[in-house]
C-alpha cells in the first residue's frame, strides 16, 4: 500500500538559511499534519490543513509556514534557520480531519549548523 | 490541554519475555493510537484503538476509554522489538496528536 512521503530524507543548513520539507499525503488522504521531533523527545504538532485549508495550529514558530496544495501534497518553509530547530520532521496524514487515524512519513531530519 | 502519561520510562527485556506498557490520558479523547519508533526513527503505526481490545501478532492493545487508559502487551519480545514505543490520542481540540513521553524498550538477546 502506498504510504505517505516525504522529500528530502536529510537536510543539513547553516544558521540563518531557509529549507522547505515537502509531503505527499497517502492517496485520497485530504488531511495533512506536521510534526517536530526533537532528540530524546516526543513528536509535537506543528499545524494542518484539511482540503487545502489550515485546520489546527500549534507551537509554530513564526519563521515557519505551510501550505496544502491542490493536489494535497504539503511544503513546510522554514526561515532563519537555529540550532535549535534541528530536529526530525515528520508529515503524517489521514482521510477527514478528526479522529480518524493518522499514518506518518519516513521524517526529514534536519540538522542546522 | 489533555496530558498523557506512560510508563514505565524504560525498559530491559530478555528475549522470548513478555511486556505490558500502559498509557493514562488526563481527559476523554476521541481516539488513541500506539506507534513503534524504530531505531531508524520511523514511526510505525500499531493500533488505532478508542476503545475495546486489538490483536496482531504478538501484540495487542486494549483501551479502556472510560477509565482513562490504554495497555499495550508485546508477548514473546524479540530483539526487533527493541525501540520506542508511543501512545497519542486525540482530544477535543481538532485532530491533533497529543503524544506521551514514550518507554523505550530494549530487548537483549
Known amino acids: 500500500a502506498a504510504g505517505v512521503i516525504q522529500s528530502p530524507r536529510h537536510l543539513i543548513k547553516e544558521k540563518r538559511e531557509t529549507a522547505t520539507l515537502k509531503c505527499y499525503p497517502i492517496p485520497r488522504h485530504d488531511t495533512v499534519y506536521w510534526y517536530q521531533q526533537g532528540p530524546g523527545q516526543d513528536p509535537q504538532f506543528l499545524i494542518s490543513f484539511y482540503e487545502k485549508m489550515q485546520s489546527d495550529k500549534g507551537s509554530i514558530p513564526d519563521r515557519f509556514s505551510a501550505q496544502q496544495f491542490s493536489d494535497y501534497h504539503s511544503e513546510l518553509n522554514m526561515s532563519s534557520l537555529e540550532l535549535g530547530d534541528s530536529a526530525l520532521y515528520f508529515c503524517?496524514?489521514?482521510?477527514?480531519?478528526?479522529?480518524?487515524?493518522?499514518?506518518f512519513g519516513p521524517g526529514t531530519r534536519l540538522t542546522v549548523t | 490541554g489533555i496530558q498523557v502519561e506512560q510508563s514505565p520510562p524504560d525498559l530491559i527485556l530478555q528475549e522470548g519475555a513478555n511486556s505490558t506498557l500502559r498509557c493514562n490520558f488526563s481527559?476523554?479523547?476521541?481516539?488513541l493510537q500506539w506507534f513503534h519508533q524504530n531505531p531508524w526513527g520511523q514511526l510505525i503505526n500499531l493500533f488505532y484503538?478508542?476503545?475495546g481490545t486489538k490483536q496482531n501478532g504478538r501484540l495487542s492493545a486494549t483501551t479502556v476509554a472510560t477509565e482513562r487508559y490504554s495497555l499495550l502487551y508485546i508477548s514473546s519480545s524479540q530483539t526487533t522489538d527493541s525501540g520506542v514505543y508511543f501512545c497519542a490520542v486525540y482530544g477535543n481540540q481538532g485532530g491533533k496528536l497529543i503524544f506521551g513521553q514514550g518507554t523505550e524498550l530494549s530487548v537483549k538477546p
Open positions: 484503538i478508542p476503545s
Open positions: 481527559d476523554s479523547v476521541n481516539n
Open positions: 503524517a496524514s489521514s482521510h477527514r480531519a478528526g479522529a480518524y487515524e493518522q499514518y
